[in-house]
Structure formats: structure tokens, C-alpha cells
């Protein structure tokens, strides 16, 4: 018997997935706790409008995520921090701080879990941060942190 699965089961498959169940164990175990559906012609119509559904809603939110990598690349995000001699700061710049003054001096709200740092910034100068946007799209930001 044909069922389309609505949870993740392991060992049998994941949701939204079309499998080949056995009679027994459709009938008397995934239908009556709901965890599959009978793959007949309504359910499959909806499981179809449902995955052009997910994916129009990706497709959107790679465009998005493109022309937000565009408006990135032309930014100097100017950091001031507080340094001591031979440029060190106190302290460190990190993705949230990065986030932070994004937001502040240009109005982009990016989540500090995309700007990617190896390590916090601790001295001025110039730098490029990598920020993930969304799946295959990077964008490089200049983050130069300057002595208050």
C-alpha cells in the first residue's frame, strides 16, 4: 500500500515521502496513529502543491538573500572601539557587536550566526568578513575598526 508519510519515522522514511508500506502496517499502525496518509490522487495533489509551495518560498528567499549580498558588498562598516598602544583593542570585536552597528549605522538586520569570524577581531585595521546569507550565498563585508 501506497502512503505518504506526515513525520519522520526511522527506519521507514521521512515526511512528506511517498513509500511502499506493507497492508498490514499502513492499516494498523501508521493510519490509525496518524502518522501517514493513503497516497491517493487528492493527497498526492497536495503533497505536489505543497513542495512548489516550499519551493517558489526558497526561490524567493535565494533572490532575496542575492540582492542583499549586492547591497553588503558596497558597505565599510566603520567600527570604533576603544585601543591602547600599537593598535590593540580592549576587548574584541565580535559577530554580534558586527551585527550590531549593521544594524545601527545601515538598517540591515542580519543574524550574528551568519557573520562568520574565525576569531574576534583585536586590533584596528581593515578587515573582510564572510557573511552566509543563505545556501550558496556569500557575501563579503569590509568591517574596518577604527580607535575611538
Not at 22 to 42: I, Q, S, T, W
Request: charged share 35%.
Amino acid at each position: 500500500m501506497k502512503v505518504i508519510l506526515l513525520e519522520n519515522i526511522k527506519g521507514v522514511g521521512k515526511k512528506d515521502e511517498v513509500i511502499n508500506a506493507a497492508d498490514g502496517y499502513a492499516r494498523n499502525y501508521l493510519l490509525p496513529k496518524k502518522l501517514a496518509v493513503e497516497a491517493n490522487a487528492e493527497n498526492m495533489s497536495k503533497l505536489n502543491n505543497k513542495k512548489e509551495a516550499a519551493s517558489y518560498k526558497k526561490d524567493v528567499e535565494k533572490q532575496q538573500a542575492e540582492e542583499l549580498a549586492k547591497k553588503l558588498k558596497g558597505i565599510l562598516l566603520k567600527i570604533r572601539v576603544k585601543a591602547g598602544e600599537n593598535g590593540k583593542i580592549f576587548g574584541g570585536v565580535t559577530a554580534k557587536e558586527i551585527a550590531d552597528n549593521l544594524k545601527e549605522q545601515y538598517g540591515f538586520a542580519i543574524d550574528k550566526k551568519k557573520i562568520e569570524l574565525k576569531d574576534t577581531i583585536k586590533t584596528l585595521g581593515s578587515f573582510e568578513v564572510s557573511v552566509k546569507l543563505f545556501e550558496g550565498v556569500v557575501a563579503i563585508l569590509k568591517v574596518e575598526v577604527i580607535s575611538a
